[in-house]
């Protein structure tokens, strides 16, 4: 279910809790007689008012389209932003993303901070690109054009194309929303891929597509097995991403055209609603990466981040591992799940071969690029619910520290300037960071005061040992070197 959250009133900071007051005319002027948007709808209490949550029906194109018409940063805060975002991901450990485009991220404009940030030397994670077709029904000549513009591997170990995808064509989009039935792809589908495939097999450009669906799926699969009898795949990287219902069928069908499958933690997020509409038995295998691995086909461990789940890896090691939802919920046999290790290959050496950059990085080998994280806790044998938690305190990326906390914290770069001067990440930390009240009182931004214990409590009575257990509560809970980053909420993202 994609939903946005349109804040109340200014003075809310954090989108997960309600706001105490409300515009007469509702969250960003939405009335109460407001009728439904088409591909939408507008959440109202008990006593009809917009609540401020606004729900994508039955896909996520409402959402996307409202993300863009937002207002835009002059572009030294959009740089700034964007280091701020690497330095958040470096925070967790990462050194290296495979991006896979997006809606309303058209290239090469919307590329030209990452391409800035890349001249500066400011980068501090590695960025793999695909192209993703910005224009229904013209997709093929958006292709058409960006073939004559790079190609596959144009660029650096820093930044560089990775290929196409993860949209190909729109008539192949099968938006995976649980709370909504399987969406039946148009009859024009086949037709329009294989124009698109045909261009990219011709041109040897590796390509990507979002598979959600079984039914989708065979599909897509009938349409590259007629492209591949026409222009043989050979030595081509192309994958599906996602694949959470696919089945040994399309499994092997894959496997014979020299595919690979990129998985993600959707389930972790989604699975209450994928088993509360198809069962708790449907869900045992979405996906079955278990499966996947027995039968030698390429396999990768992502977020899809930042709009469909969280950036935080740990979450995807986390679902991997325990088979469970970040709400608690049980969704994997125990033998399907995986070891800490298989994940952890999984989400360095096996995310390689999706970028073409197999025995370059992934592990620390001689010859390999020069990334790794001393992290705060031992992965492979914290509690699994303390995976989550888990974040870095060295990360080194091209042989230069680019992160450092706790014992490493005089190691640090200088401090990055936030711009805007209002900009969240002034107060707010990353994912899953506690509040820094400091910084929330030089910021303006009202917080609990600590209660301030004395003599007379006893005469009136006081929460001050309710305070302390709560305290003591939120620490067990909060990262180990947390106290670095600073303040933020489990909510936050970029």
């Known amino acids: 279910m994609k939903r946005l959250r349109i804040r109340p009133c200014s003075s809310c900071t954090c989108t997960a809790a309600p706001c105490s007051t409300?515009?007469?005319?509702?969250?960003?002027?939405?009335?109460?007689?407001?009728?439904?948007?088409?591909?939408?709808?507008?959440?109202?209490?008990?006593?009809?008012?917009?609540?401020?949550?606004?729900?994508?029906?039955?896909?996520?194109?409402?959402?996307?389209?409202?993300?863009?018409?937002?207002?835009?940063?002059?572009?030294e805060?959009?740089?700034?932003?964007?280091?701020?975002?690497?330095?958040?991901?470096?925070?967790?450990?990462l050194t290296s993303i495979i991006d896979a485009g997006g809606g309303y991220q058209n290239y090469p404009e919307d590329y030209e901070v990452i391409e800035e940030l890349h001249k500066r030397g400011e980068m501090t994670v590695r960025i793999a690109y695909n192209l993703f077709t910005q224009r229904p029904k013209e997709e093929k000549e958006d292709f058409a054009r960006w073939i004559k513009m790079t190609e596959p591997g144009e660029g650096d170990d820093y930044y560089r194309c990775n290929g196409a995808g993860e949209m190909l064509v729109f008539s192949a989009a099968d938006?995976?929303?649980?709370?909504?039935?399987?969406p039946d792809l148009p009859g024009d589908m086949e037709s329009e891929l294989k124009g698109v495939v045909s261009l990219l097999a011709a041109n040897k450009w590796p390509f990507r597509l979002h598979a959600t669906y079984n039914e989708s799926i065979s599909r897509f699969l009938d349409v590259y097995e007629e492209v591949n009898r026409e222009i043989p795949f050979e030595g081509l990287h192309w994958f599906f991403d996602h694949c959470?219902?696919?089945?040994?069928?399309?499994?092997?069908?894959?496997?014979?055209?020299?595919?690979?499958?990129?998985?993600?933690?959707?389930?972790?997020?989604?699975?209450?609603?994928?088993?509360?509409?198809?069962?708790?038995?449907?869900?045992?295998?979405?996906?079955?990466?278990?499966?996947?691995?027995?039968?030698?086909?390429?396999?990768?461990?992502?977020?899809?981040?930042?709009?469909?789940?969280?950036?935080?890896?740990?979450?995807?090691?986390y679902w991997l591992t325990t088979g469970k939802t970040v709400g608690g919920a049980q969704m994997y046999r125990e033998e399907d799940c995986l070891s800490r290790e298989e994940a952890l290959r999984l989400y360095?050496?096996?995310?390689?071969?999706?970028?073409?950059?197999?025995?370059?990085?992934?592990?620390?080998?001689?010859?390999?690029?020069?990334?790794?994280?001393?992290?705060?806790e031992d992965y492979f044998t914290v509690p699994e619910e303390d995976i989550k938690k888990i974040e870095s305190v060295l990360t080194i990326m091209d042989g230069k520290i680019v992160y450092a906390t706790g014992p490493f914290k005089d190691l640090d770069p200088e401090p990055i300037p936030v711009l805007p001067e209002w900009s969240p990440i002034a107060v707010f930390g990353g994912y899953g960071a506690p509040l820094d009240p400091k910084k929330a009182a030089r910021a303006g931004v009202p917080f609990q005061q600590e209660h301030q214990h004395s003599c007379h409590c006893h005469e009136h009575g006081c929460m001050?040992?309710?305070?302390?257990?709560?305290?003591?509560?939120?620490?067990?809970?909060?990262p180990k070197y947390s106290d670095f980053w600073g303040s933020g909420c489990g909510c936050f993202a970029f």
């Open 464 to 478: 001050h040992s309710a305070f302390m257990l709560m305290e003591g509560m939120a620490n067990a809970s909060r």
């Open 22 to 75: 409300r515009p007469p005319c509702g969250p960003a002027g939405i009335r109460r007689i407001r009728p439904t948007p088409p591909a939408g709808e507008i959440q109202h209490d008990s006593d009809g008012n917009p609540t401020g949550l606004l729900i994508a029906r039955p896909n996520a194109t409402i959402l996307y389209a409202t993300l863009a018409k937002g207002p835009k940063l002059p572009v």
């Open 244 to 317: 959470e219902t696919i089945d040994e069928k399309n499994l092997e069908r894959v496997k014979a055209l020299g595919g690979g499958i990129a998985v993600q933690c959707r389930m972790a997020y989604q699975g209450e609603y994928f088993m509360d509409r198809y069962g708790k038995e449907a869900a045992e295998h979405t996906p079955p990466v278990r499966r996947m691995l027995e039968m030698g086909i390429p396999v990768g461990a992502g977020t899809d981040a930042t709009r469909v789940a969280s950036y935080n890896p740990w979450v995807t090691l």
């Open 77 to 93: 805060h959009q740089i700034n932003s964007t280091r701020h975002f690497m330095r958040e991901l470096n925070r967790l450990g």
């Open 348 to 376: 360095t050496q096996g995310s390689t071969w999706f970028s073409s950059e197999t025995g370059k990085k992934g592990t620390i080998a001689p010859g390999q690029l020069a990334d790794m994280a001393v992290l705060s």
């Open 175 to 182: 938006f995976e929303d649980f709370l909504e039935p399987r």
